[in-house]
Nanobody, 114 residues
């Protein structure tokens, strides 16, 4: 399984970005697919997880601001980030779990300036 994340960049506080993660396999082949982020000096944290029940589960810190979506035909998941805050600055990673195995994309940097 290969995951390719993209879409990061520099944005001002209050702005928006959309991250993409393209998978080499169908999204339906995964037990779960998630976005994580890691800020400098911090541990990697879960942003949103999407499982087979079809309902994304968001971290409290991003609820109401971030939105997870999928394009099954393109084997792609997205993370639409709105009302960005400097605290959202991090490297964002997509993650997929399949049959007990964990797969990571390479990460995409999001920098939010104040």
């Amino acid at each position: 399984v290969q995951l390719q994340a993209s879409g990061g960049g520099l944005v001002q506080a209050g702005g928006s970005l959309r991250l993409s993660c393209v998978s080499s396999e169908s999204i339906y082949s995964f037990d779960s697919i998630s976005w994580y982020r890691q800020a400098p000096g911090n541990q990697r944290e879960l942003v949103v997880v999407f499982t087979s029940d079809g309902r994304p589960d968001y971290a409290d810190s991003v609820k109401g601001r971030f939105a997870f979506s999928t394009d099954v035909a393109k084997n792609t998941v997205y993370l639409r980030m709105s009302r960005l805050e400097p605290e959202d600055t991090a490297v964002y990673y997509c993650n997929a779990q399949q049959n007990g195995r964990n797969y990571w994309g390479q990460g995409t940097l999001v920098t939010v300036s104040s």
